[in-house]
């Protein structure tokens, strides 16, 4: 298939993404935050639920203790 020419509106839209896109390095530390982010809210996550299953089971102690 032959390929049409570029248009100006696309050689302008080219230039405004290179302009605008990060290089690699900005990249890899963006996902190197993203990365660090998640692995502390999956931390955070599972800590409260955790720390909820404990006062489930405490709470389950002191009702069959209770009676």
Do not use: F, G
Request: contains cysteine; negative net charge; proline residues 6%.
């Amino acid at each position: 298939p032959v390929r049409r020419p570029d248009s100006p509106d696309d050689r302008h839209i080219m230039a405004k993404h290179s302009a605008i896109y990060p290089v690699e390095e900005e990249l890899q530390a963006v996902q190197r935050i993203v990365s660090h982010s998640e692995r502390a809210l999956k931390l955070v996550s599972d800590s409260l639920l955790e720390k909820e299953a404990c006062a489930v089971d405490n709470d389950n102690d002191n009702d069959v203790t209770d009676k």
